[in-house]
Each structure stands twice: as structure tokens, then as C-alpha cells.
């Protein structure tokens, strides 16, 4: 529970980044904690925790919360923290969704090697999380920066034009 | 905005984040319970309910196949049996297999790789289950007059199983084209991801 209570920030910025509303952030939340609370026991140690978070906390993102969100109750969490970094800072909640923006017309994979790349981590962190080789990273990491500069041309020239 | 900015309000995003402390153990504690709960009221929802009901007519169908007393008949049978024992069991062992990925080990890639690969062999049981459908529609008719009333519809084909046939097709057919269109489409994104992780 340590580890999990420790890394709040982080599994809060993986659940933003892959679903689009409150609602679906508060469930991912919640099976993203689930999943690390069921499965620390598994923890063999060759990684670093923080690498092993990432890792379950990624890949509960892309593949089981989606099959159950419709069902069953849920814990409240409104009143104890998704809500808050909305709230503490207007101006700073403007600049992230122009964040989010950018990272959601990712696709899945781009999305995960993106908030790394936002966590500070080098590429032979980013590998070993996510299981590509160092230099493929970089050939993707300059693929999405390719594709930001292209979708940010494209809107400046629809400003522009209006 | 670029990657640069775009980190440079992510940071500020972190250090406001690590500062409020507010998931305690209860909390945990409670989510977990839930989502136990949660598992186990998934298990016996639509899948299973629907591979209940499958059971049971096979079930149905083993106990009175000695009334199949035609090859013709008999085959109808057979193909209506196992359509109704293996179909919900390939599906469910498709679905039991997407949800017991090992998260814990696997990297991401991995984990894209064998989800998408699953999602794949799911969708391809929901293809050729659309498929069966149709043959199931025309051969349970005939099993089931047999069954229940003694009557050979093969032989002497009455009104019902025309009407029976045409109102069928009626719903089956929109549903089936509606339902492998979509199918088709969420297979090829899950095959436009499998190219993507190769790469």
C-alpha cells in the first residue's frame, strides 16, 4: 500500500492520459490501484519499483478496465483527489489540456511512450518499461514529435486562415 | 505547443500532485473490495448466461437424440450440437484469456502483443459465430419440430418453417451485417496496432 499511496501522482497522470472523462479517469484510477494492490506480491524485484509500476500501471490502461467500467458500484473519489488538480490552479488546468490535447491524438502506444518521455525518463527507462528496444524509441519519439509539429502547423494555419 | 513546453507543465503538474497525499489505506482498501465484487458479478453476466442457456438446449438435444432417426436429421442435430457447445466455449475461453493477462510481468509491448493478438482470435469466434448463425436458423427448425412434435420437416416442409425462415431473416440478416462490419472494423484497428509493435 506504501508504494501504491507513494506513486498516487503518477497512476492519477496515467489515468488522465488515457480516458477522456472524469468518470472513466475515476475508474481507471481504481482498477490501476487494484491491479498494483493484487499483484505487488508478484514483484520479483530485477526491476526498480517505480519500473514496475509504470509497467502494470500501462497495462492496465490498454486492456482491462474498458471491459468493466459499465458494471457495478464504485468508490467515490470526487471529494478526495481527481477533482483536486482542476481546482488548484485554472491557469495551469488550461496549459494541461492543451497538453492532453496534443497527447490524444496519439495512438495507444505513442501515448505510453509520451507521458515517459513527460516523466523524465531516458530512453533506457522508456525501453525497459515498455519493452521496445532503446533506439526504437527514439525513432518513435521523433515520429510523435513529427506528428505534434505537423498538427501544430495545421492549426496555426486554420487560425490563420480564420 | 512542443515537447519541451509540454514537459515544463508537466513538471509543474508533478510537484503539485506530489504534494497532496490524499489516497490513505482505507481507501485502497475499499477499492479493492469493489473491485473483487466487480470480478466476480462480470463472470456471471452475459457470456455465461448466454453459454448456460446453449448448455441447456444441447443438453436437451443429447437426451432426445435417439428421435433424430434420419442421416438427415441426425446431422442437422450434430451441427445444432455443436454449435451450441463449442461456440460459447471458444468464446469464453477467448474472453477468460483477455482478462488473465500476467500485468504484472509483462512489458508493455508485451502486453499490446498478446492483448491484440487475443482481441484478433475473439473477434475472429464472433465472425464465424455470425456465419454459423445462419445455418443454425435454418437446421434448428427441422431438429426441434422433431424433437418436441415428431414431425420430419425435411419431408413434408409446412407453412411454419417458411414464415419462420423470412421473419428470422428479417432480424438476423441487418443484425449479422451490422455486427460484422463491426468486427471487421475493430480487427483491423487491432491488426493496424500488431503492424505498428512490429515495426
Not at chain 1, 484510477?29 to 494492490?37: A, C, M, P, S, T
Not at chain 2, 445444432?80 to 488473465?100: D, E, G, H, R, W
Amino acid at each position: 500500500m506504501k508504494v501504491i499511496q507513494e506513486n498516487e501522482g503518477i497512476i492519477y497522470k496515467i489515468a488522465r492520459t488515457y480516458t477522456k472523462t472524469k468518470d472513466d479517469r475515476n475508474d481507471l484510477y481504481q482498477e490501476i490501484v487494484f491491479q498494483l494492490w493484487k499483484s505487488f506480491h508478484t514483484f520479483k524485484g530485477t526491476s526498480k519499483v517505480s519500473t514496475w509500476l509504470y509497467r502494470v500501471a500501462l497495462n492496465t490502461s490498454i486492456s482491462q478496465w474498458r471491459k468493466e467500467k459499465k458494471y457495478g458500484q464504485k468508490v467515490d473519489l470526487d471529494n478526495l483527489f481527481l477533482k483536486q488538480p482542476e481546482e488548484y490552479d485554472s491557469k495551469l488546468e488550461n496549459r494541461l489540456s492543451l497538453v492532453y490535447e496534443q497527447i490524444n491524438q496519439l495512438n495507444k502506444i505513442e501515448k505510453g511512450i509520451i507521458l515517459l518521455l513527460l516523466e523524465g525518463k531516458k530512453y533506457d527507462e522508456i525501453a525497459e518499461i515498455t519493452g521496445f528496444s532503446p533506439s526504437n524509441i527514439g525513432t518513435r519519439i521523433s515520429r510523435i514529435k513529427t506528428k505534434m509539429k505537423q498538427r501544430l502547423n495545421y492549426t496555426s494555419f486554420r487560425t490563420a486562415k480564420n | 505547443m512542443n515537447i519541451e513546453e509540454m514537459q515544463t507543465v508537466w513538471l509543474e503538474m508533478s510537484e503539485k500532485l506530489d504534494n497532496q497525499k490524499l489516497l490513505t489505506n482505507k481507501l485502497i482498501i475499499d477499492m479493492t473490495q469493489v473491485k473483487f465484487k466487480r470480478k466476480i458479478s462480470i463472470i456471471s453476466r452475459y457470456e455465461s448466461w448466454g453459454a448456460v442457456v446453449c448448455f441447456f438446449g444441447a443438453l436437451l438435444i443429447i437426451l432426445n437424440i435417439q428421435k433424430l432417426d434420419t442421416w438427415y436429421l441426425l446431422g442437422s442435430g450434430i451441427f445444432v450440437l455443436a454449435y451450441l457447445i463449442i461456440l460459447p466455449l471458444i468464446v469464453l475461453k477467448y474472453i477468460n484469456q483477455m482478462t488473465s493477462i500476467d500485468l504484472a510481468n509483462n512489458t508493455y509491448k508485451q502486453s499490446l502483443l498478446v492483448f491484440t493478438k487475443r482481441r484478433k482470435q475473439f473477434l475472429t469466434a464472433q465472425r464465424v459465430g455470425i456465419i454459423a448463425n445462419f445455418f443454425l436458423m435454418v437446421l434448428i427448425l427441422p431438429v426441434s419440430a422433431k424433437l418436441f412434435n415428431g414431425k420430419d420437416l425435411f419431408m413434408s416442409p409446412g407453412p411454419e418453417w417458411l414464415w419462420f425462415i423470412g421473419i428470422m431473416m428479417l432480424f438476423l440478416v441487418p443484425f449479422s451485417v451490422w455486427g460484422y462490419r463491426k468486427y471487421e472494423r475493430m480487427t483491423a484497428s487491432a491488426e493496424n496496432m500488431l503492424s505498428d509493435l512490429t515495426l
